[in-house]
Protein backbone atom coordinates (compact mmCIF):
# COMPACT_ATOMS: atom_id res chain seq x y z
CA UNK A 1 0.00 0.00 0.00
CA UNK A 2 1.86 3.85 -1.52
CA UNK A 3 1.05 6.65 0.82
CA UNK A 4 0.06 9.64 -0.79
CA UNK A 5 1.55 12.82 1.11
CA UNK A 6 -0.45 15.75 -0.81
CA UNK A 7 1.05 19.27 -0.69
CA UNK A 8 -1.30 21.94 -0.30
CA UNK A 9 -1.43 24.14 -3.92
CA UNK A 10 -0.38 27.46 -1.67
CA UNK A 11 2.74 26.27 -0.48
CA UNK A 12 3.91 24.99 -4.45
CA UNK A 13 3.37 28.80 -5.44
CA UNK A 14 5.06 30.20 -2.36
CA UNK A 15 7.91 27.75 -2.67
CA UNK A 16 7.74 29.10 -6.86
CA UNK A 17 7.50 32.32 -5.99
CA UNK A 18 10.75 32.26 -3.00
CA UNK A 19 12.72 30.56 -6.19
CA UNK A 20 12.26 32.87 -8.55
CA UNK A 21 12.80 35.56 -5.74
CA UNK A 22 16.22 34.29 -4.90
CA UNK A 23 17.43 33.27 -8.48
CA UNK A 24 16.52 37.21 -9.48
CA UNK A 25 18.57 38.76 -6.06
CA UNK A 26 21.69 36.61 -7.39
CA UNK A 27 21.38 37.38 -10.91
CA UNK A 28 21.39 41.15 -9.92
CA UNK A 29 23.68 40.77 -7.27
CA UNK A 30 26.06 39.41 -9.66
CA UNK A 31 25.77 42.65 -12.32
CA UNK A 32 26.12 44.97 -9.33
CA UNK A 33 29.44 43.34 -8.70
CA UNK A 34 30.53 42.70 -12.18
CA UNK A 35 29.76 46.48 -12.36
CA UNK A 36 31.63 47.67 -8.94
CA UNK A 37 34.31 45.43 -10.40
CA UNK A 38 34.57 46.84 -13.78
CA UNK A 39 33.92 50.74 -12.62
CA UNK A 40 37.33 50.35 -10.33
CA UNK A 41 39.30 48.86 -13.14
CA UNK A 42 38.40 51.48 -15.23
CA UNK A 43 39.22 53.76 -12.52
CA UNK A 44 42.43 52.30 -12.07
CA UNK A 45 43.22 52.28 -15.58
CA UNK A 46 42.59 56.19 -16.18
CA UNK A 47 44.47 57.26 -12.91
CA UNK A 48 47.53 54.96 -14.33
CA UNK A 49 47.22 56.67 -18.24
CA UNK A 50 46.57 60.07 -16.38
CA UNK A 51 49.65 59.56 -14.09
CA UNK A 52 51.77 58.44 -16.56
CA UNK A 53 51.61 61.21 -19.04
CA UNK A 54 51.85 63.90 -15.76
CA UNK A 55 54.97 62.00 -15.33
CA UNK A 56 56.45 62.33 -18.89
CA UNK A 57 55.32 65.89 -19.45
CA UNK A 58 57.25 66.58 -16.42
CA UNK A 59 60.42 65.34 -17.57
CA UNK A 60 60.27 67.13 -20.21
CA UNK A 61 59.89 70.72 -18.00
CA UNK A 62 56.10 71.20 -19.37
CA UNK A 63 53.07 72.36 -17.35
CA UNK A 64 50.88 69.42 -15.91
CA UNK A 65 46.85 70.30 -15.28
CA UNK A 66 45.55 68.17 -12.39
CA UNK A 67 42.58 66.16 -13.91
CA UNK A 68 39.98 67.70 -11.81
CA UNK A 69 41.19 70.99 -12.94
CA UNK A 70 40.71 70.28 -16.53
CA UNK A 71 36.85 68.44 -15.37
CA UNK A 72 35.66 71.61 -13.75
CA UNK A 73 37.39 73.67 -17.13
CA UNK A 74 34.91 71.70 -19.48
CA UNK A 75 32.03 71.98 -17.38
CA UNK A 76 32.55 76.10 -17.17
CA UNK A 77 33.22 76.08 -20.50
CA UNK A 78 30.32 74.02 -21.66
CA UNK A 79 27.77 76.37 -19.64
CA UNK A 80 29.55 79.42 -21.51
CA UNK A 81 28.64 78.15 -24.56
CA UNK A 82 25.30 77.24 -24.02
CA UNK A 83 24.70 80.71 -22.43
CA UNK A 84 26.54 82.29 -24.90
CA UNK A 85 23.81 80.18 -28.03
CA UNK A 86 20.87 81.06 -25.98
CA UNK A 87 21.72 85.00 -25.85
CA UNK A 88 22.70 85.54 -29.71
CA UNK A 89 22.66 83.32 -32.42
CA UNK A 90 26.11 84.94 -33.69
CA UNK A 91 29.48 82.91 -33.08
CA UNK A 92 30.29 82.22 -29.64
CA UNK A 93 33.24 84.59 -28.65
CA UNK A 94 36.71 82.80 -28.40
CA UNK A 95 37.50 84.39 -25.08
CA UNK A 96 34.33 81.90 -23.96
CA UNK A 97 36.49 78.72 -24.89
CA UNK A 98 39.78 79.97 -23.79
CA UNK A 99 41.47 78.05 -21.32
CA UNK A 100 41.46 80.18 -18.09
CA UNK A 101 42.47 78.49 -15.38
CA UNK A 102 46.38 78.46 -14.42
CA UNK A 103 48.33 75.24 -14.78
CA UNK A 104 50.94 73.83 -12.20
CA UNK A 105 54.13 74.98 -13.14
CA UNK A 106 56.28 72.53 -14.34
CA UNK A 107 57.74 70.44 -10.84
CA UNK A 108 61.82 70.28 -11.69
CA UNK A 109 64.19 67.60 -9.59
CA UNK A 110 63.76 68.08 -6.28
CA UNK A 111 66.16 67.29 -3.43
CA UNK A 112 66.79 63.53 -1.93
CA UNK A 113 65.67 64.84 1.28
CA UNK A 114 61.75 66.15 -0.01
CA UNK A 115 59.67 64.76 2.24
CA UNK A 116 57.21 63.48 0.14
CA UNK A 117 52.84 63.02 1.21
CA UNK A 118 50.74 60.27 0.92
CA UNK A 119 49.67 59.59 -2.79
CA UNK A 120 52.57 62.24 -4.46
CA UNK A 121 53.64 60.97 -7.66
CA UNK A 122 57.11 59.21 -6.89
CA UNK A 123 57.44 57.64 -10.53
CA UNK A 124 57.31 54.88 -12.36
CA UNK A 125 58.84 51.29 -12.54
CA UNK A 126 59.03 49.55 -15.65
CA UNK A 127 60.29 45.55 -15.62
CA UNK A 128 60.34 44.76 -19.59
CA UNK A 129 61.16 40.96 -19.53
CA UNK A 130 57.46 40.73 -17.78
CA UNK A 131 55.93 43.75 -19.26
CA UNK A 132 55.22 45.54 -16.01
CA UNK A 133 54.73 48.94 -16.54
CA UNK A 134 53.22 50.95 -13.36
CA UNK A 135 53.08 54.69 -11.33
CA UNK A 136 54.81 54.35 -8.15
CA UNK A 137 52.80 56.75 -5.58
CA UNK A 138 54.29 57.87 -1.96
CA UNK A 139 52.85 55.02 1.00
CA UNK A 140 50.97 52.15 1.20
CA UNK A 141 47.74 53.06 2.36
CA UNK A 142 44.28 50.86 0.78
CA UNK A 143 43.68 53.87 -1.68
CA UNK A 144 46.62 54.40 -2.49
CA UNK A 145 47.39 50.81 -3.47
CA UNK A 146 44.26 50.58 -5.19
CA UNK A 147 45.30 52.84 -7.85
CA UNK A 148 49.22 52.51 -7.97
CA UNK A 149 51.98 50.83 -6.82
CA UNK A 150 53.61 52.36 -3.27
CA UNK A 151 56.82 53.72 -2.27
CA UNK A 152 56.97 52.33 1.57
CA UNK A 153 57.76 55.26 4.06
CA UNK A 154 60.77 54.71 5.96
CA UNK A 155 62.53 53.42 2.81
CA UNK A 156 65.36 55.04 0.61
CA UNK A 157 64.37 57.55 -1.84
CA UNK A 158 64.77 57.28 -5.45
CA UNK A 159 68.43 58.30 -5.77
CA UNK A 160 69.63 58.06 -2.34
CA UNK A 161 71.69 55.27 -0.49
CA UNK A 162 69.80 52.67 0.72
CA UNK A 163 67.08 50.38 -0.06
CA UNK A 164 64.17 51.64 -1.79
CA UNK A 165 60.74 49.59 -0.84
CA UNK A 166 58.31 49.21 -3.21
CA UNK A 167 54.90 47.55 -2.76
CA UNK A 168 51.72 46.51 -4.84
CA UNK A 169 48.86 44.29 -4.62
CA UNK A 170 49.56 40.44 -6.01
CA UNK A 171 46.19 40.74 -8.44
CA UNK A 172 47.08 44.02 -9.84
CA UNK A 173 49.95 45.37 -10.85
CA UNK A 174 52.59 43.54 -9.34
CA UNK A 175 50.81 40.22 -10.37
CA UNK A 176 53.58 39.38 -13.06
CA UNK A 177 56.35 39.11 -10.40
CA UNK A 178 55.20 35.17 -10.58
CA UNK A 179 57.26 35.31 -13.62
CA UNK A 180 59.89 37.04 -12.27
CA UNK A 181 63.82 35.90 -12.39
CA UNK A 182 67.36 36.91 -11.29
CA UNK A 183 69.21 38.88 -13.93
CA UNK A 184 65.80 40.47 -14.88
CA UNK A 185 66.26 44.06 -15.44
CA UNK A 186 64.16 46.75 -13.43
CA UNK A 187 63.63 50.66 -14.57
CA UNK A 188 62.61 53.62 -11.86
CA UNK A 189 62.43 56.62 -13.44
CA UNK A 190 61.47 59.62 -11.56
CA UNK A 191 61.57 63.21 -11.42
CA UNK A 192 65.59 63.10 -10.41
CA UNK A 193 66.34 60.70 -13.34
CA UNK A 194 66.26 57.01 -14.11
CA UNK A 195 67.75 54.01 -11.93
CA UNK A 196 68.30 50.59 -13.36
CA UNK A 197 68.84 47.53 -10.95
CA UNK A 198 69.07 43.95 -11.78
CA UNK A 199 67.60 41.07 -9.48
CA UNK A 200 69.59 39.46 -7.15
CA UNK A 201 67.23 37.17 -5.12
CA UNK A 202 63.87 36.26 -4.81
CA UNK A 203 62.77 34.86 -1.64
CA UNK A 204 59.04 34.26 0.30
CA UNK A 205 58.80 35.82 3.91
CA UNK A 206 56.24 35.99 7.06
CA UNK A 207 53.99 38.91 6.54
CA UNK A 208 55.98 40.61 9.74
CA UNK A 209 59.29 40.24 8.30
CA UNK A 210 60.65 43.67 8.09
CA UNK A 211 64.48 42.90 7.72
CA UNK A 212 63.89 42.66 4.00
CA UNK A 213 63.39 46.48 4.23
CA UNK A 214 66.52 47.60 6.47
CA UNK A 215 69.22 49.88 4.60
CA UNK A 216 71.77 48.71 2.77
CA UNK A 217 75.01 49.42 1.85
CA UNK A 218 74.34 49.59 -2.00
CA UNK A 219 71.79 51.08 -3.60
CA UNK A 220 69.30 48.56 -3.89
CA UNK A 221 65.20 48.20 -4.77
CA UNK A 222 62.97 45.53 -2.86
CA UNK A 223 59.46 44.81 -4.33
CA UNK A 224 56.93 43.53 -1.88
CA UNK A 225 53.61 41.43 -2.40
CA UNK A 226 51.19 39.09 -0.98
CA UNK A 227 51.62 35.28 -1.58
CA UNK A 228 51.11 32.25 -2.81
CA UNK A 229 49.83 34.21 -6.25
CA UNK A 230 46.55 32.58 -6.71
CA UNK A 231 45.97 32.02 -3.11
CA UNK A 232 41.74 33.04 -2.28
CA UNK A 233 41.65 35.78 0.67
CA UNK A 234 44.39 37.15 3.05
CA UNK A 235 48.02 35.58 2.10
CA UNK A 236 49.87 34.06 4.59
CA UNK A 237 53.48 35.29 3.42
CA UNK A 238 55.11 37.83 1.22
CA UNK A 239 57.17 37.15 -1.67
CA UNK A 240 60.63 39.77 -1.73
CA UNK A 241 62.07 40.74 -4.97
CA UNK A 242 65.55 41.72 -4.17
CA UNK A 243 67.39 43.73 -6.89
CA UNK A 244 70.77 46.19 -7.06
CA UNK A 245 71.40 49.07 -8.84
CA UNK A 246 73.57 48.96 -12.01
CA UNK A 247 76.09 51.69 -12.53
CA UNK A 248 75.41 54.04 -15.51
CA UNK A 249 77.78 53.04 -18.62
Given amino acids: MKLRIRVPRHSLRLAKALSQTVKYTLFVSGILC ?29 PVRPWWDQAQ ?22 ELIANRIP ?27 IHISAVVLEGVSASTLRLALGHIPGTAR ?29 VLTTLNGSYRYRVESLSVVGPVETS ?12 VTCYPFHYIGPALQRFIVRAYEVSQP
Avoid at 46 to 59: C, M, V
Wanted: with cysteine.
Fill in 103 to 129: VRPAIHARSSRFVAAEADLVGRIDIPA
Fill in 73 to 94: LFGDNFRKVVAAGQESAGPVPK
Fill in 212 to 223: VLEPSPQPSLTL
Fill in 34 to 62: LGWCGISSAKTNLYQHYEGRALTRLLRGE
Fill in 158 to 186: PGDAGNVGIAGHRDTFFRGLSKIAKNDEI
